[in-house]
Every structure is written in structure tokens, then in C-alpha cells.
């Protein structure tokens, strides 16, 4: 991998991440926590599990999601270990780039600019966002403990 390709993927993580945070805020403002936004990555970037995700609306979306396509939570604790340094650098980027922000009090994390809109990039790349967009609404209506439970996560 060169030097731009690894800019290329942390921007493209970043914005993956600053998209699902703001979808999350959009559904409750008290921010998207830490630990469910370390699922993202491991989803969205999983070309398969992106397209599932885009392939279903509603808020009860990722009931069925989890339901029809059960090899999406299938080592994703090891996957989110195995993203963290990734996910961390995006997250890193994010924030220096103020489309996230971290709740000085709270810690979760809240939307910040909008910079990153979802139809932006190739097709590929408006897939990813597109995917990041719903998981992030719907992990917020759903709410953190059932998301975890939907997902296998112990967290």
C-alpha cells in the first residue's frame, strides 16, 4: 500500500464513522457511545454486509437484517478488535476534521460539521456512506443494549 492509499482509506473510514455518528444524533442527541460506533468499521467496510444493510429501510431494519444474514455478526468482536487501530484513526481524523465531536461531559459522541454527505464519491464509496447512514439511525432507534444483543457483541 502507498502512502496516499492509506490517507485515502483513514478519510474514507473517517467518513464512514462521521456518518453514522450523525444519523445516530439525528435520532437521539445524546450522541452515538464510543463502544457501539467500534462496529461500523467491521460492517460497512464488509462490502457483502454494506449492501444488506442498503437493501433494507424502516426503522426495524436491522431486526431483519440480523435475522436474514446471521454470518453478520459472526466474529465481529474479533473483527472490531482486529479494525481498532483503523477505527481509532478515523476517529482521530473525524474529530480533527470537527465532523465529530466528543460530549466533553458524556463522552458519547455528537455530530459535528457536515462534511462528509452521503451521495459524495464514487459508487462505491456513496454504498459505504449510504450503509454507515443506517446503521448509525438505526442502532439509535434501537437502542445501544438490544444493538449489542442483535450483534452478539458483549461489550
Not at 139 to 154: D, I
Request: with cysteine; aromatic share 4%; hydrophobic share 50%.
Amino acid at each position: 500500500m502507498t502512502p496516499a492509499d492509506l490517507v485515502q482509506n483513514d478519510g474514507l473510514s473517517a467518513a464512514i464513522l462521521a456518518q453514522a455518528v450523525h444519523s445516530f444524533a439525528a435520532r437521539d442527541s445524546r450522541g452515538m457511545p464510543l463502544l457501539i460506533s467500534l462496529s461500523v468499521l467491521p460492517l460497512v467496510l464488509h462490502a457483502r454486509t454494506a449492501e444488506k444493510v442498503n437493501k433494507r429501510r424502516g426503522d426495524g431494519a436491522l431486526y431483519r437484517v440480523a435475522e436474514e444474514t446471521p454470518r453478520i455478526s459472526a466474529n465481529l468482536e474479533h473483527r472490531i478488535h482486529s479494525m481498532l487501530g483503523q477505527t481509532f484513526d478515523a476517529l482521530n481524523l473525524a474529530l480533527a476534521a470537527g465532523a465529530v465531536i466528543v460530549d466533553a461531559e458524556t463522552k458519547q459522541l455528537l455530530a459535528g460539521e457536515d462534511l462528509f454527505p452521503p451521495d459524495s464519491g464514487s459508487p462505491e464509496v456513496r454504498v459505504k456512506l449510504r450503509a454507515a447512514a443506517r446503521l448509525g439511525s438505526w442502532f439509535a432507534v434501537v437502542g445501544v443494549p438490544q444493538t449489542c444483543a442483535l450483534l452478539n457483541l458483549r461489550m
